[in-house]
C-alpha cells in the first residue's frame, strides 16, 4: 500500500536552497535568491535591485516574503562558504573602529563592510546562542532594520566594492532571517553551530509512524473543503510544535541523537503542511 502512494519525505537538500559562495557576482546571486521567495512570510519593505555593466539599476523582483528553507549544509554554517581572510577589525573606508557588534556597517561614515562568517546568524540580530526565540526579541523589525542599512538599491551610486559588500551582506541577513524565523531550518543550524551533522538522506523508519503520515496525506487529498483543510493545517503545526519542544529539552541536555530524531519527525509533519499551503 505504502508502494502505491506518493512517497510523502523528501530530503532536506531538495527543500532546503543552496547558499552559493558570494564572489564578484554577488548582484547576480540575489537575483537567483528572489526566484525562490515564498508568499508565506512576511513582506520585505524593498524591492530587489541589481546594476548591469554600465551602473544601470535593474529591477530583479518585486518585494515579498521569503521563503524559510533557504539553508546549505557545508561546514558549520549555513550561509555561503567561510571567508578566506580575517575581516579587518576597522572600516575600509575611514579607518574607525567598530562600536557595536556586529561589524556590517560602520557607525561614524554609514559604509557597509565587508561580510565577517565569523559571526553567526544569532550574533546578526543579536540573539543568544540557543533554539527558543522568544516573539518580544522582533526579528522581523531587526531583519527589516538591517536590510534598511544594508540593501543594495541604497549604494548603487557608490564605488562597486561597496555595492558588492552590500549586495553580500544583504543576502546574508535575509539567509540568516530564512533560517532563524522557521523551527526545523533553525533547528538544523543550530546543531550545525555545534558541529552536529544531519542526514539529509535517513528516514524514520517506524512503521506507526509511516502509516500515521500516510494516513494524514490521504485526508488531504480527501479533504471536501477549505475548512477541513484548516483543520488538518491546525493538527500539523500542533505536532511541529511540540517536537519543537522536544528538540529544545533535548538541545539543552545535549542529547544530540534525539535531537536529530526530532528534526526528522519535524520534516515529516513540514512536508505535510506544506501540501496543505499548496492546496489552501
Sequence with gaps: MLKAKKKLWSPLSKRLLQTRTISSTTCGFLRNQQQHLSNSQPHSPFPFFSYNNNNKKIQTSSSSGFSSHFLSFSGKSFCSAQSSEKTNLRCWNCNAEPQNAPFLVCESCTTIQPVDHSVDYFQIFGLENKYEIEEDHNLEVKYKNWQKKLHPDLVHSKPEKEREFAAEQSARVIDAYRTL????????????????????????????????????????????????????????????????????????????????NCIRRMTYYDRVNEEIVKRL
Excluded at 533547528?187 to 538522506?201: D, F, P, S
Aim: no cysteine; proline share 2%.
Design 181 to 260: 524565523n522557521n523551527a526545523l531550518s533553525r533547528a538544523i543550524y543550530i546543531l550545525k553551530l555545534e558541529g552536529v551533522n544531519v542526514n539529509e538522506e535517513e528516514t524514520v523508519s517506524e512503521p506507526e509512524l509511516l502509516a500515521e503520515i500516510m494516513e494524514i496525506r490521504e485526508a488531504v487529498e480527501e479533504a471536501p473543503d477549505y475548512q477541513a483543510l484548516k483543520e488538518i493545517q491546525s493538527l500539523m503545526q500542533e505536532k511541529l510544535q511540540n517536537w519543537s519542544n522536544s528538540f529544545a529539552s533535548a538541545f539543552r541536555g545535549h542529547k544530540f541523537e534525539e535531537a536529530k
